[in-house]
């Protein structure tokens, strides 16, 4: 299994610019989480869906983040527009069942400058 | 506010030491402690999973144990190796309130030198 893949690994982009990062979960999994690492704060969980359906999105900053699963396979977290105090590493996350070991994606790291 | 505070903040030892991290945690009632690995530049991995009923599950070279009374986790790298230079997370669930209640420690940083 090739698990959760994310893309893009690395980007770095002007305050004020849209931002999208992509995630594929692992095939079968029925959730899907994003989360956003920072040295000063660990891990925090922004959103995570059930079966393509958002669950609780009250992890999730303000209103210029939003996230998206139009299918079981591909899900989108939009920063728009984006301010330097973005700049963190987003993971996306999935696991089959509830309770159940949650697998990482290998991140990608945001820069906003 | 539950809290997941993890000791120490990091570690520096040598190759083929064993080194004991800590993780104390506030999160009540508790239903499950997990510690997990990252490495630099990668996402975390789950090494252990302890429910409120068991002390201690080991996986390889790493052995995590609980006292659910004391409201502590630790875990044990026995014969430390190069590779096992990262961070180690500790993750408290409750037993309510979803996956938004899962509390993350900020993790213990370890590095393994020749």
């Known amino acids: 299994d090739a698990g959760v893949i994310q893309s893009p690994r690395h980007e770095v982009t002007e305050m004020g610019q849209e931002v999208t990062l992509r995630c594929k979960p692992i095939?079968?999994?029925?959730?899907l989480f994003w989360y956003r690492q920072t040295m000063m704060r660990g891990l925090e969980l922004l959103i995570y869906?059930?079966?393509?359906?958002?669950?609780?999105d009250s992890g999730m900053p303000e209103d210029r983040f939003s996230a998206k699963m139009p299918n079981a396979s591909f899900s989108t977290l939009k920063i728009q527009p984006s301010e330097p105090r973005d700049s963190a590493v987003y993971f996306c996350?999935?696991?089959f069942g509830s309770g159940n070991t949650i697998y990482f994606g290998e991140g990608s790291w945001l820069t906003v400058v | 506010k539950n809290q997941v505070e993890q000791s120490p903040q990091s570690l520096i030892i040598l190759e083929g030491k064993n080194c004991t991290l800590q993780?104390?945690?506030?999160?009540?009632?508790?239903?499950?402690l997990r510690w997990y690995k990252q490495d630099t530049g990668r996402g975390p991995v789950s090494l252990t999973i302890?429910?409120?009923?068991?002390n201690t599950k080991s996986n390889g070279r790493y052995t995590a144990t609980l006292d659910a009374d004391t409201k502590q986790s630790s875990l044990h790298i026995t014969a430390s190796q190069l590779s096992d230079s990262a961070s180690y997370i500790c993750?408290?669930?409750?037993?309510?309130?979803?996956?938004?209640?899962?509390?993350f420690g900020i993790g213990t940083k370890l590095q393994v030198i020749p």
């Open positions: 996350a999935s696991s």
């Open positions: 095939s079968g999994h029925d959730y």
């Open positions: 869906f059930n079966n393509n359906v958002p669950i609780d």
């Open positions: 993780c104390n945690y506030t999160v009540s009632p508790f239903s499950n």
């Open positions: 302890m429910t409120f009923s068991e």
């Open positions: 993750v408290v669930s409750p037993n309510s309130g979803g996956y938004q209640k899962v509390t």
